[in-house]
């Protein structure tokens, strides 16, 4: 099994005894001999957190995430919780009275089993106070592992240094049934995850590895390579992996159908004492006497293949199932929701599948893995072909296809036979990652891309590029070469191409420059990608379903987790993913509206034109951003049905008739924002009835006050003055007043809102006649707060006549003189005092 192998994490310390992942976060959990505990971010290869638990070691650790709690047994006997958040012990007691050498979580229950040197094994319930709920007695040694059956909750393995493994009920004390399973102690038992095999692994002492039917008892193989005790076992969940390691430093990597070691991993951290296996990506964790490493095993992305008819094919380890999206019905399908498909059973595969891929027709099938090739038929996954090959690329004939052996060696086979003496050229001269099929054959290397023509085995072109991905368009003249920064889109011009020979021309390795036109370089690095038509649709690295059409990319929709494209089905108009376990989720997408746009972007508007009834109302709003963007506002207007984005392109026309219309039928509330707009854009092209018809409906006083006094209307101010007042606005209706030049009205506006020091010092100045009143408001309302004395030290200007006899009867006759002469309605002296809401007595006493 040719199985990519990544190191992600590799950090040194203390003796790690136990070790799990947690379901959500990055964490890895490790128990120390040393007594601490440790949380890392795999990703980061930071600590998290650390947790010093005991002074003896700690030899087993498990995460109860529902709890945001995590569990270690140790050798003082005791088992301690704490919450990993907060740092906050939860609980700690005595569990057994010798070593606690293992425990599990139940993954629904509340409940945590644990294993010791007494030979005892126990449930403990957090729900009742963390009681001892049942005790399990039985075996004659140290019990070593503990695992819960993933298709019956309520039953468990044992492995026991006493050569037995032990199945038991979570009711019951003895065991159901025994088996003596290994030479040598048992340090290790797991079940097979899947539903379709009832087996169990073991490691032991005896340096073996052994599989067995629990419903027969019976072994199935036993696996030697392990020089010394093998320590720990398991299944891996995604992968047709067995995974084992012990006291001979290595981990070793066994095909879990054929039981072939597939590979030995080796750290150089000395023994290798136990392992976490992560479900929701394929990373394995392996504590060693010296420290612990997190390994990435394979890809995330799933296997699959989808024909244009939407028959979907995809892998489960060497199960081959399908599902036909075509019977969907699309009416009942919602945006981003996972659709329930019926699964079938296809058949299986020999090989471990790293890609499968449709002929064009979608009558074959192509399985590439372990260095092999087999070719099926689609309906009844019968062997067609098969052979060497570590790539493989269908031609656009469905009859031609070309392997890849090796790195040097190309074979071109035609009605599944090998063609002869029209071999590529050049194709040994290339050390070639991977082949592409479509129009033309492409080959991928370090640093180039290369295209043959299918017929004739000539050099169509070569191009400087470190691609990861080629995609052919399936009308045969776009393609687009992705990189890990960017996608490039060029056209094929097979006429300059065959111009270029029929000249005569000595084509040398480049190939021939006129074949290939660059359209498009986008900065993005896609993922999954398929071409409809001259459309690209595509998933890329930051998680976004997109399409490009013409020159331009635009996105369709984000998600959150990672999803990749199974294909598009017309009948649909929508767009189908999946995520790494196929679950398929759609998103719909209208061809017409592709076609449409990509007329518009051909400059054919008439071809637009015709398009446009096809495309339905809930793509229009789409197109209309699309022209907008392209600068056809007017255009835009007619397509959209979106109210918010008609008015807004009516403004940005200066269609204010329009806009005026589409706000009358609009809620009140909403409306005053857009007549707002409207009174803005209205001043720009001087409309100002309309402008003041605007404002006076969005009730934006302020602008309606800079509009009158501009036009000097006094009329219009005086009814704004009111207006404010009754709105409260009492600051806008003083400057109102202010310049209509009605001192009198200012000073009972302030008057009247409890503002009589300013009411008073206004009045001295501008309305003398005012003053008693204004004092007398002012005196009042200090009595009222109970300030008499502070209002006794006020001057009273009747009684005290001296303090203002002097140009007293002048300031009256100036103050007559000035009302036959009101203000200048275009604003007012700058000798006026600033208005100041904070009224301090005090200091104005």
Not at 189 to 201: H, I, Q, R, S, W
Not at 597 to 621: C, F, H, Y
Not at 746 to 764: H, I, N, S, W, Y
Request: charged share 25%; proline share 4%; hydrophobic share 40%.
């Amino acid at each position: 099994m040719l199985l990519d192998v990544n190191r992600k994490l590799f950090t040194r310390s203390d003796r790690v005894k136990g070790v799990d992942f947690h379901p959500t976060e990055p964490w890895l959990l490790t128990g120390l001999y040393n007594g601490t505990v440790n949380i890392y971010n795999h990703e980061t290869g930071a600590i998290v957190k650390t947790f010093e638990v005991s002074e003896v070691p700690v030899r087993c650790v498990r995460f109860i995430p529902r709890k945001n709690w995590f569990v270690a047994g140790s050798d003082d006997f005791q088992l301690r919780v704490f919450n990993y958040n907060t740092h906050e012990k939860v609980t700690a007691f005595e569990a057994h009275p010798d070593y606690i050498r293992c425990l599990t979580v139940h993954p629904s229950a509340s409940i945590v089993l644990t294993g010791s040197d007494d030979m005892t094994i126990r449930a403990w319930d957090w729900d009742k106070q963390w009681r001892c709920i049942q005790t399990y007695e039985g075996h004659t040694h140290y019990i070593m592992n503990i695992a819960i059956s993933p298709k019956d909750p309520n039953t468990f393995a044992s492995a026991c240094l006493d050569r037995t493994v032990k199945m038991w009920s979570l009711g019951t004390s003895t065991a159901n049934f025994t088996m003596e399973a290994h030479d040598k102690g048992v340090n290790y038992v797991e079940f097979y995850p899947g539903a379709d095999k009832p087996y169990l692994v073991t490691a032991s002492d005896d340096k073996t590895v052994k599989i067995w039917d629990y419903l027969s008892k019976s072994c199935v193989q036993t696996l030697e390579s392990h020089t010394n005790n093998v320590l720990f076992a398991a299944f891996h969940p995604n992968l047709p992996l067995i995974i084992s390691g012990g006291e001979d430093g290595t981990v070793k990597l066994w095909n879990s159908g054929t039981y072939r070691l597939e590979n030995t991993l080796s750290y150089a951290l000395e023994r290798a004492w136990c392992l976490s296996v992560r479900k929701a990506v394929n990373e394995i964790a392996v504590g060693y006497d010296e420290g612990v490493v997190v390994v990435k095993l394979g890809r995330d992305e799933p296997t699959y293949s989808m024909d244009p008819s939407g028959k979907l094919i995809y892998t489960h380890t060497n199960e081959v199932l399908s599902a036909n999206l075509q019977t969907v019905h699309a009416e009942e399908l919602a945006d981003g929701n996972r659709i329930q498909l019926s699964i079938k059973e296809l058949g299986t595969t020999e090989i471990f599948a790293t890609s499968l891929s449709h002929s064009p027709n979608g009558r074959f099938v192509t399985v590439v893995g372990d260095g092999e090739y087999i070719v099926y038929t689609a309906l009844a996954w019968r062997n067609k072909a098969f052979g060497n090959g570590s790539s493989f690329a269908w031609a656009g004939d469905s009859n031609t296809y070309a392997v890849l052996e090796g790195r040097l060696k190309l074979r071109v086979y035609k009605n599944f036979r090998e063609r002869t003496g029209a071999g590529m050229k050049g194709a040994g001269s290339w050390a070639i990652d991977g082949i592409h099929g479509g129009t033309l054959l492409g080959a991928r290397g370090s640093g180039f891309v290369l295209f043959w023509d299918w017929e004739t085995g000539e050099v169509v072109r070569r191009i400087e590029a470190d691609a990861k991905n080629i995609f052919w368009s399936g009308t045969g003249s776009l393609v687009a070469i992705c990189t890990e920064e960017s996608y490039y889109v060029l056209r094929f011009d097979r006429d300059a191409y065959e111009a270029k020979l029929q000249e005569g021309v000595d084509i040398s390795d480049e190939g021939v420059e006129e074949a290939f036109e660059l359209i498009a370089e986008i900065p993005e690095n896609i993922r999954t990608a398929k071409w409809v038509g001259d459309c690209l649709i595509y998933t890329n690295s930051a998680n976004r379903l997109s399409y490009f059409v013409g020159s331009e990319s635009y996105t369709i929709t984000p998600f959150d987790t990672p999803l990749y494209l199974l294909g598009y089905i017309p009948a649909h108009n929508r767009v189908y993913l999946g995520d790494k376990d196929v679950n398929v989720y759609s998103y719909t997408l209208s061809l017409n509206m592709v076609e449409y746009q990509t007329a518009v972007l051909r400059g054919d508007m008439d071809g637009a034109a015709e398009l446009l009834p096809s495309i339905p109302k809930e793509q229009r709003n789409k197109i209309a951003t699309f022209l907008e963007g392209r600068g056809l506002k007017e255009l835009a207007y007619e397509v959209t049905t979106d109210p918010d984005h008609k008015f807004d392109l009516a403004l940005s026309l200066d269609d204010l008739d329009a806009a005026v219309e589409i706000t009358r039928t609009v809620p009140e509330l909403e409306a005053e924002v857009k007549w707002k707009a409207i009174g803005d854009r209205a001043l720009t092209v001087w409309r100002f009835d309309l402008a003041r018809e605007s404002f006076e409906k969005a009730g934006d006083l302020s602008a309606l006050m800079l509009l009158l006094l501009s036009t000097g209307d006094r009329d219009g101010l005086q009814k704004l003055a009111v207006q404010a007042e009754q709105k409260g606005q009492n600051n806008l209706a003083f400057a109102t007043l202010l310049q209509l030049g009605d001192p009198n009205a200012c000073v009972d506006l302030l008057v009247k809102t409890q503002r009589a020091p300013e009411a008073a010092m206004f009045a001295r100045t501008y309305a003398p006649t005012k003053v008693p009143e204004a004092v007398q408001a002012w005196k009042s309302e200090l009595t009222s707060k109970n300030r008499s004395k502070i209002a006794a030290k006020i001057a009273d200007p009747i009684e005290q006549p001296e303090s203002f006899e002097e140009g007293w009867e002048d300031a009256i006759a100036r103050e007559k003189g000035e009302q036959q002469s009101p203000l200048p309605v275009n604003g007012a002296s700058d000798s006026v005092p600033p208005v100041d809401d904070d009224e301090e007595d005090e200091t104005a006493a």
